[in-house]
């Protein structure tokens, strides 16, 4: 991976956050916009896949990179913090592809650094921990928010032999003299 490279967000209009994602994959800027799937109530219930941050989209650039992003129908800025562009660590980015991976549907929660959650950042160094009740837990300090899901139980397979063998040659015997 190239040192000089660093995660940004990208501030994107409303509902583009896909499109400028393949728009700056076709400019071969390496970008990334986390999805959630998300069922459509209604007769045929439809999994659609949404942004999971609204107008954010996370790419990959150096400052070189900066003019030709901007130019991009769809961005309109970074994300700013203190007259600077926000730099997303590349360990939460990491874990934000795998968490996403790995469950589908997730809720995404507003958070505040405190203490509590300071200290289980710093015994936690993969950002992840579980808590009661199948859930399992990620916080991304850079942005400010936690991700949530639950977490599958695995199932157990049970082996049933069938009673009765099939006999598919019945009904063609009965008619033949």
Known sequence: MDESKSWHIAYTF????????????????????PLNNVTQPGHWKRIVYEALFNSYCFVRIDESQVPQLKQTNGVISFIYWLNKPVI????????????????????????????????????????????????????????????????????????????FPRRRSFAKNSWVS
Request: with cysteine; hydrophobic share 35%.
């Open 88 to 163: 997303v660590p590349d360990l939460e980015v990491d874990a934000l592809k795998e968490f996403l991976c790995e469950y589908k549907s997730v809720k995404l929660e507003k958070i505040t650094l405190d203490n509590n959650n300071s200290a289980l950042l710093t015994a936690n160094n993969d950002h992840r921990f579980y808590l009661n009740n199948n859930i399992t837990k990620i916080i991304l300090p850079s942005l400010g928010y936690s991700i949530s899901a639950e977490e599958k139980v695995p199932t157990q397979q049970v082996i049933v032999k069938q009673l």
């Open 14 to 33: 409303s509902g583009q956050e896909k499109k400028v994602t393949d728009i700056l994959g076709r400019k071969k800027i390496e970008s990334y916009c």
